[in-house]
């Protein structure tokens, strides 16, 4: 994730989110809170590039 976020690739950063939340959902569990935090802070930090780029 992280890896994919410093590339700047959204793409690739939402895919493998989609696919740890595939997988946790298989497994039945949910996904830790220490991931979660990183998704939400990968996304805004993404989200805030993306707005910042676009002014």
């Known amino acids: 994730m ?3 976020a410093a590339a700047g ?3 690739g950063l939402r895919t493998v989110i989609i696919r740890d ?3 946790s959902q298989v497994l039945d569990c949910s996904l830790e809170i220490e991931t979660e ?5 990968l996304l ?3 989200s805030r590039t993306r707005v910042r780029t676009m002014c």
């Open 21 to 23: 939340e595939q997988i």
């Open 37 to 41: 935090r990183l998704i939400n802070r």
């Open 9 to 11: 690739n959204r793409l």
């Open 44 to 46: 805004d930090i993404r």
């Open 2 to 4: 992280r890896i994919e």
